[in-house]
């Protein structure tokens, strides 16, 4: 069964340092695989996603994420953090190969501090 | 594009009462999911519907829930006789058909609270 993790519950930054988030995942396929972000109260909305092709991809606020399917990772990194990037952080996969549906699989989350 | 919206967003019942959602998914998307989140947890898929036909559900959804989208459009979850475990956040996603690598767009969520 796929499953995610993702490796520290709290990260904390300062304004303007660079910040990494990691997400691991167990597949046997390389799977789909996203990174969402939840504000408070709020539903997800979508940072970026992977499905083929070039594994370093870019999303939307300057954040980036690198498919490694030897490591089996996609990180999440943006080089300069923003008071208003704290939130919740949500790695995803999705396995278009064993499932047609589309489900996603989330990890536990990561909550990201941005200090002044 | 109104994206996706859900009703109500907050709901406080009593153990034992039922409980009614509704999604209302974007209109070109026939893809429907629905997931729930409890207090600092990712969020765990419960059923997935194409069009007005539900082909999954999870082993979560227990025999209290129940779930609907007549003519493929909005859709409902129910909740028999609520339990104070069923306190979360329920959100509904909606995606394109398949070959959109399943990208979904999730609503603000449903936050229900038993007591």
């Known amino acids: 069964a796929q499953s995610v993790t993702q490796l520290g519950s709290h990260v904390s930054v300062s304004e303007g340092a660079l910040v990494l988030l990691r997400c691991n995942y167990s597949s046997s396929v390389p799977p789909y695989l996203f990174w969402y972000v939840q504000y408070p109260n709020q539903g997800l909305q979508l940072l970026l996603k992977y499905t083929t092709g070039a594994t370093l991809v870019k999303g939307i606020n300057g954040f980036e994420a690198e498919f490694k399917k030897s490591e089996t990772s996609f990180h999440l990194t943006k080089p300069s953090a923003h008071m208003s990037d704290a939130a919740e952080y949500f790695c995803a996969v999705s396995d278009p190969f064993s499932s047609n549906t589309g489900k996603l699989i989330f990890g536990q989350g990561t909550t990201l501090q941005v200090k002044p | 594009d109104t994206g996706v919206s859900q009703n109500p967003r907050h709901k406080i019942t009593k153990r034992g009462q039922n409980v009614t959602f509704r999604c209302d998914p974007i209109?070109?998307?026939?893809?429907l999911y629905w997931y729930r989140q409890t207090l600092g947890q990712g969020p765990e898929f419960l059923t997935y519907?194409?069009?007005?036909?539900?082909?999954?559900k999870s082993r979560l959804l227990s025999d209290r829930f129940s779930a609907e989208r007549p003519k493929g459009s909005f859709s409902t979850l129910e909740i028999q006789r609520t339990e104070q475990g069923d306190s979360a956040m329920y959100l509904c996603?909606?995606?394109?058909?398949?070959?959109?690598?399943?990208?979904?767009?999730f609503g603000p969520g449903t936050r229900l609270t038993v007591t």
């Open positions: 519907f194409q069009n007005e036909a539900q082909l999954e």
């Open positions: 996603a909606s995606s394109l058909p398949s070959g959109s690598s399943y990208e979904q767009y």
């Open positions: 209109s070109e998307h026939n893809r």
